[in-house]
Structures are given as structure tokens and as C-alpha cells.
């Protein structure tokens, strides 16, 4: 699988596997999902999750939002199909499509929601630029995912932390390791949240902030004018 050529056919090869797999190498896997929910705004209408892959948020965004037309995106039809059999009998509307690519009518969602997948884009700039019209006026970005530190010495720090977790027993084999790093090495794109958040407010985001945070892990809330 690693000689797959984007990051959405990585992970729709590891489809089956992903959920037990992101558990056993991401230690605040969980708490970084609670965050994203616990931070969101409490009225949601129209909803979307941005690389959804099994469906570990979109499931917790049916249940926080019952009534909101929810939208699940993602780059591996295989991750949707396994997302839309975790939520039924809700029906969702799916979209296969890779973010890059993505386009949704202006004032689409009132919320915009992602969890570890947005570090897949070599040039975000452009896409908060997309997110920002997407949303309607009032609408909030929420999101979690990995960042990269202000220190290149927080950075190792957080790694060899990362490392340890996956050494611990049941947690990752030696194949598993591997394969990820060469995924890491080929498909992510971490920014710092400095960065981030200059990104965001040039393209006309405000009320940005870092809700969450544990070592590379962090969620990042934004809303649109
Ligand atoms: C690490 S998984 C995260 C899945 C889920 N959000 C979670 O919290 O566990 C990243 C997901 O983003 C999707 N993805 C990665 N790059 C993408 C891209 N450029 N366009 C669309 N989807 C992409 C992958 O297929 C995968 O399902």
C-alpha cells in the first residue's frame, strides 16, 4: 500500500483496519475528538466532515446534531461506503472528492468539521480560502489535527513521545510503524499554528484559537465574519 499515489488511496487500502489502527497509534486520539464536539458552536443546520474515513466524527456529529443535514467527504469511496453503514438508518449525503478538488456552493454549512485529515493539503491557504465561502456569515471551521511545534527541539520531543506509544504492548508492530512513516514521509504536510492562523485570518476568518492541545495533537476553532 505504500506505493499508493495519494493519501486518500492509502488509507482506502487500510480501510478495515483504520479504526483499530489510529487508536493504537495516536494516544489522545479520543480526547482530540471529544475536543472538536465539546468546542463546537451548539445550533448546527448543515454540517460537513472533511475527510471523514470510517466515520469516528461523523458518527459523534449525528449524534451531537440529530436533526442537521449532515455531508461526509472524503478522497476513498471505500471510507464513505464503511461511514455510511456506521450511521444508518441517518442518511448522510457523501461526497467523494479530493479536497484540493472540492467545490460546495458559497454559504453551503454552518459548520465545517475535520479530524486528522487536513494535514493532507501541500497548500492550505488556498482551500481555507474555499472553507471560508463554503460557510455562511456566523458559520465556525473546527478542527483537529497534527501540527507541527515553533521549536524544532518540541517537535522531537513530540516524536519520540509518539514513538514510545507505539512501542507499548498491543499498540503498533514494526510493519505497522514502517508503513507509516513512509506514509508520513510521502503524504503530510504539517504547519505550525502561527501559520495557521495567519492563513486563516488573511483569507477572513476571526475568533481563531487553539481550544485544544496535547504535544502535536491540537483542535483549532476559526468562524467566518
Ligand atoms: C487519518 S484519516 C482521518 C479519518 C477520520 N477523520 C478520523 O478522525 O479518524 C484521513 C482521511 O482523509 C482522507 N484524505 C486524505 N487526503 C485526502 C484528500 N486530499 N482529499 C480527500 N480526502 C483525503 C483519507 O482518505 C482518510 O480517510
Redesign the pocket.
Given at each position: 500500500m505504500e506505493d499508493q499515489e495519494?493519501?486518500?488511496e492509502?488509507?482506502?487500502a487500510i480501510a478495515e483496519e483504520?479504526?483499530s489502527l489510529?487508536e493504537r497509534a495516536m494516544p489522545s486520539?479520543q480526547r482530540m475528538?471529544s475536543a472538536v464536539l465539546e468546542y463546537n458552536p451548539t445550533e448546527s443546520q448543515s454540517v460537513v466532515?472533511?475527510?471523514?474515513?470510517?466515520g469516528?466524527?461523523t458518527v459523534l456529529l449525528a449524534n451531537s446534531f440529530p436533526d442537521a443535514r449532515l455531508t461526509a467527504?472524503?478522497?476513498?469511496a471505500k471510507?464513505l461506503d464503511l461511514t455510511e453503514t456506521r450511521l444508518a438508518p441517518k442518511s448522510i449525503t457523501k461526497v467523494v472528492?479530493?479536497?484540493?478538488k472540492?467545490s460546495f456552493p458559497k454559504n453551503s454549512f454552518d459548520l465545517v468539521t475535520?479530524?486528522?485529515?487536513l494535514h493532507?493539503?501541500k497548500a492550505p491557504e488556498r482551500f481555507f480560502k474555499r472553507v471560508s465561502n463554503w460557510l455562511r456569515p456566523g458559520g465556525t471551521l473546527i478542527f483537529?489535527d497534527q501540527f507541527r511545534s515553533a521549536k524544532p527541539e518540541h517537535d522531537r520531543l513530540n516524536w519520540k513521545r509518539l514513538v514510545q506509544y507505539w512501542n507499548e504492548p498491543g499498540h503498533l508492530s514494526e510493519q505497522e510503524q514502517g508503513s507509516l512513516e513512509r506514509h508520513r514521509e510521502k503524504?503530510d504536510h504539517y504547519i505550525d499554528l502561527d501559520t495557521l492562523f495567519q492563513y486563516l485570518r488573511s483569507v477572513g476568518f476571526c475568533e481563531i484559537d487553539c481550544v485544544w492541545r496535547d504535544g502535536m495533537l491540537g483542535v483549532v476553532s476559526a468562524k467566518v465574519a
Amino acid at each position: 500500500m505504500e506505493d499508493q499515489e495519494s493519501a486518500h488511496e492509502y488509507f482506502g487500502a487500510i480501510a478495515e483496519e483504520y479504526s483499530s489502527l489510529v487508536e493504537r497509534a495516536m494516544p489522545s486520539y479520543q480526547r482530540m475528538l471529544s475536543a472538536v464536539l465539546e468546542y463546537n458552536p451548539t445550533e448546527s443546520q448543515s454540517v460537513v466532515d472533511l475527510g471523514c474515513g470510517t466515520g469516528n466524527l461523523t458518527v459523534l456529529l449525528a449524534n451531537s446534531f440529530p436533526d442537521a443535514r449532515l455531508t461526509a467527504l472524503d478522497g476513498s469511496a471505500k471510507m464513505l461506503d464503511l461511514t455510511e453503514t456506521r450511521l444508518a438508518p441517518k442518511s448522510i449525503t457523501k461526497v467523494v472528492a479530493q479536497f484540493e478538488k472540492t467545490s460546495f456552493p458559497k454559504n453551503s454549512f454552518d459548520l465545517v468539521t475535520s479530524c486528522l485529515a487536513l494535514h493532507h493539503i501541500k497548500a492550505p491557504e488556498r482551500f481555507f480560502k474555499r472553507v471560508s465561502n463554503w460557510l455562511r456569515p456566523g458559520g465556525t471551521l473546527i478542527f483537529g489535527d497534527q501540527f507541527r511545534s515553533a521549536k524544532p527541539e518540541h517537535d522531537r520531543l513530540n516524536w519520540k513521545r509518539l514513538v514510545q506509544y507505539w512501542n507499548e504492548p498491543g499498540h503498533l508492530s514494526e510493519q505497522e510503524q514502517g508503513s507509516l512513516e513512509r506514509h508520513r514521509e510521502k503524504h503530510d504536510h504539517y504547519i505550525d499554528l502561527d501559520t495557521l492562523f495567519q492563513y486563516l485570518r488573511s483569507v477572513g476568518f476571526c475568533e481563531i484559537d487553539c481550544v485544544w492541545r496535547d504535544g502535536m495533537l491540537g483542535v483549532v476553532s476559526a468562524k467566518v465574519a
